[in-house]
């Protein structure tokens, strides 16, 4: 594992610890001698996060479309700034720079993104692992909504296994490392079942 996507907030949120758990895992990141792939911005989580990373003298690599370099202030202060044409290219580019990919708290364009890469992991598309940093319960209500739709016959408990949860950063930098996906001849049988 070289990088790792972050799905974050361009808010800070209403609470500080949000603040902390970005500081937190950019630091993580750097121990780990891991880049930070991210949206580019320079505003709330997702400024704090790439600070981080930078002031650690890591590796922070943004992608962020035309359209939003102004709107959420483009970082130029990262290693890498790629500006792409829109929010397709951004997440494209996010994913196939990354070797994991995880959120933290966010508004919907987080948890879109987080979605998109947890149904890709599902489906077979790629074998990274995804996680959530689940720093004061933020996301206790999402796992809450999974959890019911596996006991309504939606997804099967496989899929949501494939999820990482953890509040600590360097705990769950470790499972993202240890993860490993079902085995290749699983993904035919898994997806006959669905």
């Known amino acids: 594992m070289k990088a790792v996507c972050v799905y974050c907030g361009s808010s800070p949120g209403a609470n500080p610890i949000y603040t902390e758990a970005a500081q937190a895992f950019g630091r993580a990141l750097v121990a780990s001698n891991l880049a930070l792939v991210y949206g580019g911005g320079k505003v709330g989580l ?3 996060i790439a600070d981080t990373v930078m002031a ?4 922070a690599i943004g992608v962020i479309p035309e359209l939003l370099v102004d709107k959420e202030v483009g970082h130029v ?7 792409v ?11 196939d720079l990354s070797d994991a990919f995880v959120a933290l708290p966010g508004g919907a364009g987080t948890l879109e993104e987080l979605f998109e890469v947890y149904t890709w992991a599902q489906l077979g598309y790629h074998r990274k692992p995804v ?3 689940n720093i004061g319960g933020f996301y206790d209500p999402l796992m809450a909504l999974l959890d019911h739709t596996v006991r309504e016959g939606f997804m099967r408990q ?3 296994d494939m ?3 953890d509040g600590d950063p360097v705990a769950l930098i470790a499972r993202l490392k ?6 290749k001849d699983k993904w035919a049988d898994l997806r006959e079942n669905v």
Not at 85 to 95: E, F, G, I, L, V
Not at 178 to 183: E, G, N, S, V
């Open 56 to 59: 650690g003298g890591g590796r």
């Open 178 to 183: 240890r993860y490993h996906a079902p085995a």
């Open 46 to 48: 997702m400024g704090v």
């Open 163 to 165: 999820l990482q949860t």
């Open 158 to 160: 496989t899929y949501r």
């Open 131 to 133: 996680g959530v940093l």
């Open 85 to 95: 044409p829109d929010m397709h290219h951004r997440k494209k580019m996010m994913a």
């Open 77 to 83: 202060g990262l290693t890498e700034l790629h500006v």
